[in-house]
């Protein structure tokens, strides 16, 4: 059963450009989560997200950042019009359910560069 | 709103020695405590969790934790070290709200 999937594991960008992170759950996994760290920090909660639904964004900044999780394929988070201080690792992890006593599977992160 | 707080950024144990990585909480209702593990420009692993019952939790790589209700605590602890522990841990806390909160992380270096 394969794990997390994120694609692609490192990105580089001009400032200006768009980042498109990819994350594919656990298989039978329907909830989504999209976190982001800064070096040598613990992850900040972005967002959450269902099937076809944004359940939480509230970790979200309020603007060139956009998260979605369609029927099919994966889980998109979008960074439009990329600035330096959006250089990190972006990490996506996947529950069963959406109970606080779920674990989360993480994928191996996308690091994100911005030039 | 819940939160969790890990007060050393950094622990250095020698092989063999026992380890205690510390973490402290707060959340308003009934917590769910998580302990993970990253290795160098890798995603986290699961170590293990307490959601309710016994207070000391077995995990993963024979690491345990001990939750601590009136000291609002939840330590991660393994009796004998090795040099391969060596890695970055983080503390989470969760009640039945939807986000997880992290700790800041304490790296954990283990001495030949």
């Known amino acids: 059963n394969a794990g997390v999937m994120q694609n692609p594991r490192h990105l580089v960008r001009r400032r200006g450009q768009e980042a498109r992170l990819r994350c594919s759950p656990m298989?039978?996994?329907?909830?989504v989560y999209w976190y982001r760290q800064l070096p040598e920090e613990g992850l900040k909660f972005m967002v959450y997200?269902?099937?076809?639904?944004?359940?939480?964004e509230s970790g979200m900044p309020k603007e060139r950042f956009s998260a979605e999780f369609p029927k099919e394929g994966p889980s998109i988070l979008r960074i439009q019009q990329v600035v330096r201080g959006d250089s990190a690792a972006y990490f996506c992890?996947?529950?069963?359910?959406?109970?606080?006593?779920?674990?989360?599977?993480f994928g191996p992160g996308t690091r994100l560069t911005v030039l | 709103a819940q939160s969790v707080a890990q007060p050393e950024d950094q622990v250095n144990v020698a092989e063999g020695n026992p380890l205690t990585v510390k973490c402290t909480y707060s959340v308003s209702g009934n917590p769910y405590l998580f302990w993970y593990v990253q290795y160098p420009n890798r995603g986290l692993q699961f170590l293990l969790k307490?959601?309710?019952?016994?207070?000391l939790v077995k995990g993963s790589y024979g690491f345990e934790a001990e939750f601590n209700k009136s000291q609002t605590s939840f330590h991660l602890k393994k009796p004998s070290a090795l040099v391969s522990d060596s890695a970055l841990y983080f503390c989470?806390?969760?009640?039945?709200?939807?986000?997880?909160?992290f700790g800041a992380g304490t790296r954990l270096t283990v001495k030949p």
């Open positions: 989470t806390v969760r009640d039945n709200n939807n986000d997880m909160r």
């Open positions: 298989k039978g996994h329907s909830h």
């Open positions: 997200l269902q099937k076809e639904n944004i359940i939480d």
């Open positions: 307490y959601i309710t019952g016994d207070n």
């Open positions: 992890a996947s529950s069963p359910g959406s109970g606080g006593y779920n674990e989360q599977f």
